[in-house]
Nanobody, 118 residues
Framework: QVQLVESGGGLVQAGGSLRLSCAASGNMLRIVTMGWHRQAPGKQRELVAS???????NYADSVKGRFTISRDNAKNTVYLQMNSLKPEDTAVYYC????????????WGQGTQVTVSS
């Protein structure tokens, strides 16, 4: 089992920055991908960014050039640096890990709220 705890959300003005953290604990041996998802009110949850254990990253088009996903293996922590934030980035952000590239994400955090004011 893997436990995930997000932190770093909050209220920020448009154009500002936030850094989200996801602290992981438990058995990490089978984890292959770590990702950040978000869900805005009335919208479906979407994958924002992901990083594999090999370091390969992937981003949603809407955040490319503004968000950066990274990880600190020694701390078992994944980060999402969010710059040039826009009101449409407002959502609950979830950290999630998965144990197979062919499956859905199977470990989820509780989420952290990010609100961007205009």
């Amino acid at each position: 089992q893997v436990q995930l705890v997000e932190s770093g959300g909050g209220l920020v003005q448009a154009g500002g920055s936030l850094r989200l953290s996801c602290a992981a604990s438990g058995n990490m041996l089978r984890i292959v991908t770590m990702g950040w998802h978000r869900q805005a009110p009335g919208k479906q949850r979407e994958l924002v960014a992901s990083i594999t254990t090999g370091g390969r990253t992937n981003y949603a088009d809407s955040v490319k050039g503004r968000f950066t996903i990274s990880r600190d293996n020694a701390k078992n922590t994944v980060y999402l640096q969010m710059n040039s934030l826009k009101p449409e980035d407002t959502a609950v952000y979830y950290c999630a890990f998965r144990t197979s590239m062919l499956s859905d994400y199977n470990y989820w955090g509780q989420g952290t709220q990010v609100t961007v004011s205009s």
